[in-house]
């Protein structure tokens, strides 16, 4: 079969071909239906990110996956060839290490994909593979950041700093979550644009000189509640702490989330303020598998629309290209998707 595969010393993807891999006891063969493509592969394959786990040098890429069940291997329950599925991202060694399908393990960026039968969700006859795929990881690490950790509640203002593949998502949930308003904020006119048509009632640029102002009279004089930082960037996890909610009586101050990730350190510019104002910093990484099991409830039941995400579709065989093409944000996309 073909495969994506990342070879991390030398930083090369390569479309080669690969035995079919056998399901061994526990684990189910998947034939691939679709596979999402995220700035994470990017970063693995430029070398940004490595991958901790890996046995050995080269892995199958692919950690957003969806398709039909294709074998069973022994001791496998509940499950039929036939079953529409998609993964979850990863899964929980037996030595309690967090593994990552397709950077500790081969994934989906192939025509067939193994899966430890737990790491199944089964996924309603009326949504697509396309967007089935990406709901873990690309859905399910905002959906996190909202309800986890920054625990937003209905009425709370929020901001999204980086409207692409994780916070145009974001913006889509804040405004199911009842957040009141949701501001987004992206450099690019496109993406200020799709915020808006996706539910934002305020959309800035970073480099506005009044985005501070504007913030505070969008809020009541208020700030934000919750700020996301979808983007991994310093200078805007500063902006965004400019703009957080100071703390009052029975109400707790603004929370700065960070999703994006990025090595560059992280300054609060007045402590003392911050403190007083009874502020937080909070990191959020991934989602927990009943966050996919909810988005998935919560797209059968028609609250979530997953259509509009679909930016592009490559064939398997052209993998390298569209991750030239998210690498450029060609069209500013906010998912492509692999098609075996």
Known sequence: ??????????????????????????????????????????????????????????????HEVAGTVAGLGDG??????GD???????????????????????????E????????????????????ACFIPDAVSTPFSA???????????????????????????????????????????????DRALDLGADLALDPADPDLRRKVFEATGRRGLDAAFDFAGVAA?????????????VGRRGGRLVLVGMTNQPLTIQDGTAFTAAQRSVVGSYGSVPQDVDDLVKLVRAG???????????????????AVEALERKAGNPIRLVLKP
């Open 236 to 248: 805007v996890r500063d902006q965004a702490a400019s703009v957080l909610a100071r703390g009052t």
């Open 84 to 110: 529409r599925v998609l993964l979850q991202a990863g899964e929980v060694d037996a030595d309690g290490r967090i593994l990552t399908r397709g950077v500790d393990y081969d994934g989906g960026w192939a």
């Open 1 to 62: 079969m073909l495969a994506g595969r990342l070879h991390v010393g030398a930083r090369e993807l390569r479309m080669e071909e690969v035995p079919v891999p056998e399901p061994g006891p526990g684990q189910v063969l998947l034939k691939v239906g679709a596979a999402g493509v995220c700035l994470s592969d990017v970063h693995l394959i430029d070398g940004t990110l490595r991958p901790p786990f890996l046995d050995g040098d080269v892995v199958t890429l692919g």
């Open 303 to 321: 609250r979530l629309d997953l259509a509009r995400s679909v930016s592009g579709e490559f064939p398997l065989a052209e993998a390298p290209a």
């Open 146 to 192: 909202i309800r986890d950790s920054a625990g937003l509640r209905a009425g709370e203002a929020a901001g999204v700093w980086g409207v692409g593949g994780l916070g145009a998502h974001a913006v889509q949930l804040l405004r199911l979550a009842g957040a009141a308003p949701v501001v987004a904020v992206d450099p690019l006119p496109a993406a200020r």
């Open 76 to 81: 496998v329950r509940g499950w039929q060839t």
């Open 112 to 131: 067939y994909a193994l899966a430890t039968a737990g790491t199944l969700v089964r996924i309603p006859d009326g949504l697509p593979f396309e967007q």
